[in-house]
């Protein structure tokens, strides 16, 4: 029996379809020995050791602004995952890959070596906005400008999509964890006390905030005292945050401005009628919906279940071909890439 799944590889998440549903999700994270180069865990056990592991024990994100930067630690991260959901399946799996709107070529193949070398037979690649309409059924089949904004953790998707396919797409190389930098950065300046990089996506998570929250948060964290090195608590509050995030808030509105810039005004209009479809796990900080409508002037349509878009897609690709009726979307081998 041929196996077909769907893999959303994140910078923070990877999601895995396979049959009717999404059969794993899993921080992309994972222990190796740096001896013996063997995995010691992956996913949610190893995103736990993040800061917290031994000279010999390395626990490595292998996925950096949506593009695989540690090739050797995503070839073991997708065999443990290849394991975990075939199981001892002789048939290799053809796998449907979604990827950030604009890498390279040279990028793309890595993707796919990576994939290849972990056990897939085949690997199809698609875009992830692309992945994310058609996870939230979106019409994008005809000559009508479609936006989708993707704030994942290491990047920021902006695609305009027409005619069944991109027509414009930019990739920013700030998302969720640069809200978490800032955050740190606040600490250090604010209180001369140092956080890690887990409570701070914590804090963001609990109290952060793009837009000022209407009743005042705040919640007490815990740190290391820059001149003493010695434990610290201290009190932050949501209006701090607030001023924390906004230069990264800005960055992202101001590629959005650009790539519509760069757009066929109709299609822009089309996105000001119906609004743009805003997703990605970085989208969930409090107002981003809100800061976006004012700043561009348009409706903004956030989505029940950002987290999820992208892998619901694959699944639905994977299931009926027929979405995806434009564009070169094939499986292929390594050797069918060609550089240009
Ligand atoms: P990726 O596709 O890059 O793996 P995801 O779409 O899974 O990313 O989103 C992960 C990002 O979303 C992380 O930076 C995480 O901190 C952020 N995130 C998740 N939930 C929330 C939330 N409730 N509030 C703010 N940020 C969130
Ligand atoms: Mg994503």
Known sequence: MRTDIGIDLGTDTTRVYMGRGVVLTAPTVIAMDRDTGEARAYGRDAYHMIGRTSDRLAAICPVQ??????????????????????????????????????ITAVKQRSVVDALESAGAR???????????????????????????????????????????????????????????????????????????????????????????????VGMVVNGLQVFTGLPESVEITSSQLYQATQSVANDIVSSIQQVFEQTAPEMVADTAKDGLILTGGGSMIFGMAQLLSERLGLPVNPVPDPLNCVINGLGKALTNSKVLQNGDYRFRSLEDLTIE
Do not use: W
């Open 65 to 102: 602004h949506g593009t695989i930067a540690d090739f050797e630690a995503a070839e073991l991260y997708l065999r443990q995952l290849f394991a975990r959901v075939c199981g001892k399946k002789l048939v290799r799996p053809r796998v449907m890959v979604s990827i950030p709107g604009n």
């Open 122 to 216: 085949n690997v199809c690649l698609i875009e992830a906005p692309l992945a994310a309409a058609i996870g939230l059924d979106v019409d994008f089949s005809t000559p009508h400008g479609v936006t989708v904004v993707d704030i994942g953790k290491g990047t920021t998707e902006i695609a305009v999509l027409s005619m069944g396919g991109l027509s414009r797409c930019q990739s920013l190389p700030v998302g969720g964890s640069a809200f978490d930098e800032e955050i740190i950065r606040f600490a250090r300046r604010e209180f001369n006390v140092t956080i890690g990089p887990l409570t701070a996506e914590r804090i963001k998570k609990a109290i952060g905030c793009v837009k000022p929250r209407p009743v005042e």
